[in-house]
C-alpha cells in the first residue's frame, strides 16, 4: 500500500477523426445525414455500423461506418485554442480533477497544467482510469495499470513519468508525472500542497460513472419527502447528485432524464421527478441557483449513454445478444412445425418500420396475403405469432382500419379463420374503440368474424394512466389521507385492469384451448402488457431471470414499444413501470416461481429513465440497430440481489393469479423515498 501523486503537466497532439464517403449515401431517415462520393465530413462518434458525423455546413446525421475511409487529423488551432480541458482521475473510488490553465500554440498546440492529485491507500492490482474532457463532454480515456508504477517503486525509484495516448471520440496525448511513499507523509517538496487541498477537498471521493463529468457544483441545503440536508450539490452530464455527512445523500440523486419538472421560485429549485420524488435545493448564493438552473435547461441526458460506453470501453459486451427471435421461436417449437412460416416481408422493415425484421405467420397465409392485410390494420401492425405451445397461439396487432361505414378487409378475415384465432381481446372500453371510427379507425365487426368472440378489457389510455401515476405524489402530502390518495389516484384500478386482461388471455389459451389475438389503438402500449402479463402466467421459461430478459426483447423491444417518447418525448407515460408493477403483483402472489427478485424489477425501471444504457432509447427494433455498437445493454449488469434466493418452482406451468383489490399492494418502488 502506498501514497501516489499525480500530475499532468501537458496535453498535446489533439487529433480528430475525419471521414471520406466512398459513395454516396441518401437516405429518407431525418437522423442521417446525406454525402455525396469524395465528400469529407468531421466523425464526432465513431461506431462499428454507424458514426455521428458533421459536414462542412454544421449539419450532424449518422453515416454507416462502411462507406467511410476513417482516419486521425491533428486538430486545426480554432478548434482547440477555446477549449476547456480537465482530465478526470478514478482509481477504485478516489475521483480527482485537473484542469489544464494554460494553453500554448507554438511550436505545436499543447495544454498544460500545475495542479496535482493525490490517491491514497493505493494497492498495486488496481487500475488508474484517466478521461479527458472539453467542459462538459467526454473526448477520450487512457488506463494504466498501477503495477507499472510499482516496478519503479520496488526499484528504488519513488518518481518518475510516463507518455500515454488517450483515446475515444478524439485522439490525444499526454505526460503523466508520478511521486509516490511506500508511507503516508507528505513527499511533496515540488508540488504546492494548498493549490492540490483546494482542488480536491470536495471532489477527491465522488463516486462517478466512467464517462461522467462534473460540470457545476454549489453548497446547498436540499429537502426530499421528509428529509433535510445541507451538504453540496453537483451537476454532471448525467445527474445531480448531493454529498453531505448523512447516509440519506443518495435520496437527492436523479438522473437528468428522470427530471419531470423544473421550477425556480427566487429563492429555491424545485424539482419533481418521473419516479415521484418531489425536492427542493436552496443555495446560499443567488448566482450559484441561477447558474445551476441555466445548465440544466442546457443539459441533454440523452447522449450520455454514448460517452458511458465508451469510456467503459465494453469491447465484450454481451447484453444486446440476450435475444434472438429464431432461437426463441425454435425454443417454443414454431420453426419446427409445417404449420408457420418466417416471412421475409419486413426484412428491411418496408412493410412495418415499428415491427420486427423476424414475423412468424400461419403457412397458409401468403405474403400477397399479409400486404393486403396490413393495409387494413393501423400503423401497418398486422396480427403476428408472439407465443406458441401445443395448438395454441398467441397473436398481437393494431387495430383495423374500418372506419365509421364498417369497412372490411377478407383477406383480415380469412387470416383469423387460417391462424385458429377465436377470442379477440380489444384491450380499449368499448366507446373508445367506437369513437375512433369517426377517425378511419375501430374494432371488428363481429358478423364479419363470426369465428371468433370479441372482448374489450376496459384498460384506459396512457393520459389516464399518466395521471394516475401523477396522482401518486400526493401519497407523500402531509396534509392528505394516505388511503384516500391512493385511492383517488385509481392507479390500483387500473393496474387491475391489466392483471384481468392478461389473466383473461392466459385463461382463453390454457382452459378454452383457444388461439387468442390482444390490440389496443396502435399495439404499442396495452398490448405488450397484456401477452406479457398472459405469457408470464402460463410459461414458466419467462419467469427464469434470463427468460424475463428475452420476454422484454420480445414483446417491448422488438415489437415496437415507443420507450423513446413515452419516457422522453411529448407524451409520456410509464407504461412499462405500470407492467412491472404487475409483474411485481404476480410475484408476491407467486414468490417462488420466479427467479428474479424485486429489486431487479426496481433497477429495471429506474433504468428507463436513467440514460445509462441503449437497451431503452429508441422506439422500435429498426432504431435500435444504431445503438448496438455504441451503447451498453441494461442486460450486461447483473447483481446478486438481483436473483430470488427462494426460487423454487412448483410442477404446474400454470400461474392461477387473484386479482381482486383486496390481492393488490403499493409497490415498493413508490414508497421507498419514504424513509423517516
Request: proline share 3%.
Amino acid at each position: 500500500m502506498a501514497g501516489v501523486y499525480v500530475q499532468f503537466p501537458s496535453v498535446y497532439k489533439l487529433k480528430k477523426n475525419k471521414g471520406l464517403a466512398l459513395s454516396s449515401y441518401k437516405s429518407d431517415n431525418p437522423t442521417h445525414l446525406n454525402l455525396k462520393k469524395d465528400k469529407e465530413v468531421m466523425i464526432l462518434e465513431r461506431g462499428d455500423n454507424y458514426s455521428w458525423a458533421e459536414n462542412a455546413k454544421g449539419k450532424k446525421g449518422w453515416v454507416p461506418s462502411t462507406m467511410l475511409r476513417i482516419t486521425e487529423v491533428p486538430a486545426a488551432l480554432e478548434d482547440v485554442c477555446d477549449m476547456q480541458l480537465r482530465v478526470t482521475v478514478n482509481l477504485e473510488g478516489q475521483v480527482n480533477f485537473l484542469n489544464f490553465d494554460n494553453f500554448t500554440a507554438e511550436p505545436q498546440p499543447m495544454f498544460s497544467s500545475k495542479q496535482c492529485v493525490s490517491l491514497n491507500e493505493v494497492h498495486w492490482d488496481e487500475k488508474l482510469n484517466i478521461t479527458l474532457q472539453n467542459k462538459s463532454n467526454y473526448l477520450a480515456r487512457a488506463e494504466l495499470d498501477t503495477k507499472d508504477i510499482k516496478k519503479f517503486v520496488t526499484s528504488g525509484v519513488f518518481s518518475g513519468s510516463f507518455n500515454l495516448k488517450l483515446k475515444g471520440l478524439a485522439v490525444a496525448s499526454c505526460k503523466l508525472n508520478f511521486r509516490c511513499s511506500t508511507s503516508l507523509e507528505l513527499l511533496m517538496q515540488e508540488v504546492d500542497f494548498e493549490e492540490m487541498k483546494s482542488i480536491n477537498h470536495k471532489e477527491k471521493n465522488l463516486d462517478l460513472l466512467p464517462g461522467e463529468v462534473v460540470t457545476y457544483s454549489g453548497d446547498a441545503q436540499g429537502s426530499v419527502m421528509n428529509v433535510c440536508l445541507e451538504g453540496t450539490l453537483y451537476l454532471t452530464n448525467h445527474r445531480l447528485f448531493f454529498t453531505s455527512v448523512s447516509r440519506f445523500s443518495s435520496l437527492f440523486n436523479v438522473t437528468l432524464l428522470a427530471i419531470d419538472s423544473l421550477e425556480n421560485t427566487q429563492v429555491a429549485m424545485k424539482i419533481i421527478t418521473k419516479d415521484l420524488r418531489n425536492m427542493e435545493f436552496k443555495f446560499y448564493e443567488q448566482n450559484i441557483l441561477r447558474t445551476f438552473l441555466e445548465n440544466l435547461y442546457k443539459a441533454n441526458g440523452l447522449s450520455f449513454c454514448f460517452s458511458h460506453y465508451s469510456a467503459v470501453n465494453a469491447l465484450h459486451e454481451h447484453g444486446w445478444d440476450v435475444y434472438s427471435p429464431y432461437r426463441e421461436f425454435t425454443r417454443i417449437g414454431v420453426l419446427d412445425d409445417t404449420e408457420f412460416r418466417v416471412s421475409e416481408i419486413n426484412s428491411d422493415y418496408q412493410v412495418c418500420e415499428s415491427y420486427p425484421s423476424c414475423l412468424v405467420f400461419p403457412s397458409s397465409v401468403s405474403d400477397k396475403q399479409l400486404k393486403k392485410v396490413a393495409k387494413f390494420r393501423s400503423k401497418a401492425r398486422l396480427p403476428t405469432l408472439t407465443w406458441y405451445k401445443e395448438t395454441v397461439g398467441l397473436y398481437r396487432s393494431s387495430q383495423p382500419l374500418v372506419g365509421f361505414f364498417s369497412s372490411r378487409c377478407k383477406e383480415d378475415e380469412d387470416f383469423m379463420l387460417k391462424a385458429g384465432i377465436q377470442f379477440i381481446i380489444d384491450a380499449r372500453p368499448k366507446v373508445n374503440a367506437r369513437a375512433n371510427k369517426i377517425a378511419g379507425r375501430g374494432f371488428e365487426h363481429s358478423s364479419y368474424y363470426s369465428s371468433c368472440k370479441i372482448i374489450f378489457a376496459n384498460m384506459h389510455n396512457i393520459h389516464k394512466v399518466n395521471a394516475s401515476y401523477q396522482g401518486l405524489l400526493r401519497l407523500y402530502d402531509k396534509d392528505d389521507d394516505f388511503y384516500l390518495s391512493l385511492h383517488n389516484s385509481k392507479w390500483l384500478h387500473y393496474l387491475k385492469s391489466m392483471l384481468v386482461s392478461g389473466k383473461m388471455a392466459a385463461d382463453f389459451m390454457t382452459y378454452e384451448q383457444g388461439s387468442v389475438l390482444v390490440h389496443c389503438s396502435d399495439g404499442w402500449d396495452r398490448t405488450p402488457q397484456i401477452t406479457c402479463i398472459a405469457q408470464l402466467l402460463v410459461e414458466p421459461f419467462y419467469r427464469t431471470y434470463h427468460g424475463f430478459q428475452v420476454l422484454i426483447c420480445k414483446d417491448w423491444l422488438s415489437f415496437g414499444h415507443k420507450f423513446r417518447e413515452r419516457c422522453f418525448g411529448t407524451d409520456i407515460c410509464p407504461v412499462f413501470v405500470q407492467f412491472l408493477d404487475g409483474v411485481h403483483q404476480i410475484l408476491s402472489q407467486f414468490p417462488n416461481e420466479f427467479q428474479f427478485s424485486e429489486d431487479y424489477l426496481i433497477f429495471l425501471a429506474d433504468s428507463v429513465y436513467s440514460g445509462t444504457y441503449g437497451t431503452f432509447m429508441s422506439d422500435n427494433e429498426k432504431d435500435s440497430q444504431e445503438l448496438r455498437d455504441r451503447t451498453r445493454s441494461v442486460w450486461s449488469i447483473e447483481k446478486q440481489e438481483f436473483f430470488n434466493s427462494g426460487f423454487q418452482p412448483s410442477s404446474n406451468p400454470v400461474l392461477p393469479l387473484k386479482t381482486n383489490m383486496m390481492h393488490l399492494k403499493l409497490w415498493r418502488y413508490f414508497t421507498r423515498w419514504q424513509v423517516l
